[in-house]
């Protein structure tokens, strides 16, 4: 089982889209506005479900980082900065940590019993 088609066909394009309209409607973005826009807009296409599809092949890992990689360098003061001096001054993890810690996090709710099991679901 593979969710190579949905990783890169459709989250990977659609946040990359969102970015061209972010680019396109703030030219001079500064960094406040671009981390709210980027949050909403961008990430959110990158993380959802990834509980699901969480990517274990590089190719994959590094296809969804440079997407922030991308996003990063939209702010012009930041262009000529390092990835990671970018995140640090943006106050942003790497995409990799925040999966890791989506998972720590759905691993502690099962573990504590946090989710309701006795709830089951609905008849098709």
């Not at 396109?24 to 961008?42: G, M």
């Not at 925040?98 to 989710?115: A, F, H």
Request: with cysteine; glycine share 2%.
């Amino acid at each position: 089982m593979s969710f190579k088609n949905h990783i890169i066909t459709e989250k990977i394009n659609k946040a990359n889209s969102m970015l061209g309209i972010i680019k396109t409607n703030f030219r001079n973005i500064n960094q406040d506005t671009f981390v709210i826009l980027y949050k909403s807009l961008v990430r959110c296409h990158l993380e959802y479900a990834n509980s699901v599809w969480n990517p274990y092949q590089i190719q994959f890992i590094k296809a969804l980082e440079k997407v922030q990689m991308r996003a990063t360098r939209l702010i012009y003061k930041l262009r000529n900065k390092s990835y990671e001096e970018r995140l640090r001054i943006l106050d942003l993890p790497t995409l990799k940590y925040r999966r890791l810690r989506g998972d720590m996090v759905e691993t502690y709710k099962i573990l504590s019993g946090k989710y309701d099991v006795s709830v089951s679901p609905r008849p098709v």
